[in-house]
């Protein structure tokens, strides 16, 4: 059951009525059976696995808690950590790994004893993997106390509205959430309808329509030319983020309908002036996650070597962040160009802060604006990895675009019509809330009438230009 | 070491690593508050602040720290 089915807008108003007329005490269990029927909804199986990360997490959490010897506290973390990331190291790379040993060994005339493999990956295992190590961590770490009722546990790692793509929530704002007895917050269920209808918005109207074109690009780089390519690679980082933005916006919209706030996952991006501003404004929570539990502690015992270990940090935690994304070489070299972006970035900060309060450049709208041109760029670049499967294709891709020119490809002229008016709205609003948050108000208008204008034509778009029979969300592949 | 000692010193080290000259140290303050405050530079002023007061810090101290206070706080109690 995915947040654009048909299923789920049955099964949402259902859950939504029932949870808000279960008894306040019991609440919590009305989520938690919606969350794993939720789950068993995709794929029965799987949830032996959520179940077993959940056992293991509560377990372990409550063993560091129990006992007051530091040494033993750090033992049962890593085994829980270990115990946890063991699925999805199976799941997500054995096969990888192994169908890469056969045809190496294969290109040199060696057997190897396992035949073939190509595993399901359970959906979510990637994010609801990364929220119980992170609670296993802030355990650890002192920062929240272990949860002594198991259900409560459970309900945080399959938590329906994030289960299958984040955002990746921590323990010390969700477990509070659920065990608090809330009464029914008027605001935030209206705020939440908001997300919905603005999260559908970019996922049908701008992430689904741009599929249609990049799809038709990147699925036959060969009889392509540059011109064409490069409109797909420019193309490309709208889709992932009216993709996993609008998957976002709906997943925090359904939470907060049933009175739970869960953190900002975008943050406008396209306006960041510089690459580390880009990484603080796109995928929030995964990013933040990394620099909790990976980045800091690795740039912590770096330290001494001052800028070569932050930079040394930063490499590796960009490089886990393209294989969490996928096992492949692509993701890799996604990560290492991030990491690179980001130390150019680290090593020149002073420098560049400095030129930039000598001359105020930082208020020069036209200085500004070539920030975020050349951060686009950078990231349009970098995610022509992200897309393609091998690395040739990706370095094909790019020398398409510097030597092979010629007409662009239109296809049904339909699709780039749509896809240019959906972008403009999009980034219009983008464009007003981040430049001028109290102004050009649409959804928020005082006037009724403005609000109730604004909603209908949003879902007159939706319904006109949707596209309907798209595909999955690009992250639950991850 | 006095308080305003340790801020005194503090605030010359984050105001060569965060290259702000003007900055005024508070207890309340946090790296939302300061521009180029980020994951970068606070290990650098970490870093900064170990070789300063000759002190080592845990990575379970760096949690900790929410504001300028806390890290005082923490600084106090390792001298």
């Not at chain 1, 808690?65 to 033992?75: F, V």
């Not at chain 1, 800091?296 to 930079?311: D, H, N, Q």
Request: hydrophobic share 50%; proline share 3%.
């Amino acid at each position: 059951m995915i947040f654009t089915s048909f299923n789920f807008l049955i099964f949402f108003p259902i859950l939504a009525i029932s949870y808000w007329a279960t008894p306040i005490k019991y609440r919590w269990v009305t989520l938690l059976v919606a969350s794993y029927f939720f789950y068993i909804n995709i794929n029965p199986v799987f949830v032996l696995l959520l179940a077993g990360v959940t056992l293991s997490t509560f377990i372990f959490t409550r063993l560091i808690d129990s006992t007051k010897i530091e040494l033993k506290k750090k033992k049962y973390m890593i085994i829980n950590i270990i115990m946890i990331l063991l699925p999805l190291f199976f799941f997500k790379y054995f096969s990888s790994f192994n169908n890469g040993i056969i045809s190496f060994l294969e290109t040199n005339n060696l057997r190897w004893p396992l035949p073939e493999i190509h595993l399901l990956l359970p959906v979510g295992i990637s994010f609801y993997t990364f929220m119980a190590i992170g609670y296993t961590i802030d355990v650890y770490n002192e920062e929240i106390e272990s949860e002594k009722n198991i259900g409560i546990v459970a309900l945080f790692i399959s938590f329906f509205p994030l289960i299958l793509s984040g955002p990746i929530e921590r323990a010390n704002n969700m477990l509070p959430q659920f065990k608090t007895h809330k009464t029914f917050n008027y605001q935030l269920f209206i705020q939440g309808f908001k997300f919905i209808l603005w999260g559908y918005f970019m996922k049908l109207v701008v992430a689904d329509r741009i599929a249609i074109y990049v799809d038709a690009i990147f699925g036959n780089v060969s009889k392509h030319n540059g011109t064409s390519l490069l409109m797909a690679s420019v193309l490309y980082p709208f889709q992932v983020y009216a993709d996993l933005g609008g998957y976002s916006l709906i997943a925090i919209g359904v939470a907060n309908i049933i009175g739970i706030k869960v953190m900002q996952n975008f943050k406008r991006p396209f306006f960041a002036t510089s690459i580390s501003e880009f990484w603080r404004r796109w995928h929030i929570s995964l990013i933040s996650w990394l620099t909790d539990y990976v980045y800091t502690p690795l740039s912590f015992a770096f330290r001494k070597y001052r800028i070569s270990g932050i930079v040394l940090a930063l490499m590796i935690t960009f490089i886990i962040s393209g294989i969490w994304h996928g096992a492949a070489l692509t993701f890799v070299a996604w990560g290492i160009m991030q990491g690179i972006f980001l130390s150019i970035d680290a090593l020149t900060n002073k420098k560049r802060i400095a030129f930039e309060t000598k001359f105020q450049l930082n208020k020069k709208i036209w200085y500004r604006f070539i920030g975020m041109c050349i951060t686009f760029s950078l990231f349009a670049v970098s995610q022509v990895f992200g897309k393609v499967t091998f690395i040739n294709d990706a370095l094909n891709v790019y020398l398409k675009i510097l030597t092979d020119s010629g007409p662009l490809f239109i296809g049904t002229p339909s699709t780039l019509i749509f896809i240019i008016a959906g972008l403009i709205l999009l980034l219009l609003k983008d464009f007003t809330d981040e430049f001028f948050p109290s102004k050009f108000l649409l959804f928020e208008n005082n006037f009724k009438l403005i609000r109730v204008l604004a909603y209908s034509s949003i879902i007159i778009i939706i319904l006109l230009i949707g596209v309907f029979d798209g595909g999955q969300f690009i992250y639950f592949q991850f | 070491m006095e308080r305003t000692e340790i801020t005194n010193v503090l605030t010359a080290i984050f105001r060569k690593i965060l290259a702000k000259d003007t900055l005024i140290l508070s207890d309340n303050l946090t790296a939302n508050d300061v521009e180029n405050w980020d994951s970068l530079t606070h290990m650098l002023l970490i870093s900064e602040i170990e070789t300063e007061f000759s002190i080592k810090f845990k990575l379970k101290d760096l949690n900790k720290m929410r504001n300028v206070g806390d890290m005082i706080e923490t600084i106090i109690s390792k001298l």
